[in-house]
């Protein structure tokens, strides 16, 4: 009975890929160039140095809704919404190290980091900034 039911498992499985999958091409010579082929001559092509004016919407994909929180710092922000705000403020002091699973100093950004113990137990973070960061336009 297992038998059978693994057999038929199977069978599904490989009906499934090849409803799946895309049809011979018959009738074609395989020197000739198809829709799909590019040209030498393919004047349709935009140069790419050639700048764009702004849509005024960003388009990004992502599973996650987004809820338009792109200010915070803080907790509070979902995947979508923090990868939108890390396009919009730029710099960040520190920055998440994928490899090592901990967070670290950015230096372009952080000039000095200090780290105050006060009486009552708790820490004050002194962050200096570099002097010499810019927005893209190139202003201070």
């Known amino acids: 009975m297992k038998k059978i039911l693994v057999l038929l ?3 599904a499985l490989v009906f ?5 999958s895309k049809p011979a091409e018959t009738g074609t010579d395989a020197n000739q160039p198809n829709d799909g082929d590019k040209t ?3 004047s349709s092509k935009e140069p790419a140095n050639e700048q764009r004016e702004a ?4 388009t990004y994909g ?6 338009g929180n792109f200010f915070t710092t803080m907790w509070g922000n979902n995947a979508a919404d923090a990868i939108v705000k890390d396009l919009i403020h730029g710099y960040k002091t520190v920055d ?4 090592t699973g901990s967070y670290e100093v950015d230096d372009t950004v952080v000039k000095e980091l200090k780290q105050i113990e006060n009486a009552d137990g708790t820490k004050t973070f002194e962050i200096e900034i570099n002097s010499d960061l810019v927005y893209s336009d190139g202003s201070p």
């Open 16 to 20: 499934n890929f090849s409803a799946c």
């Open 9 to 11: 498992l199977v069978l």
């Open 62 to 67: 992502s599973n996650t809704d987004m809820n």
């Open 96 to 99: 998440y190290q994928k490899e």
């Open 55 to 58: 849509a005024g919407s960003l």
């Open 40 to 42: 030498d001559d393919d």
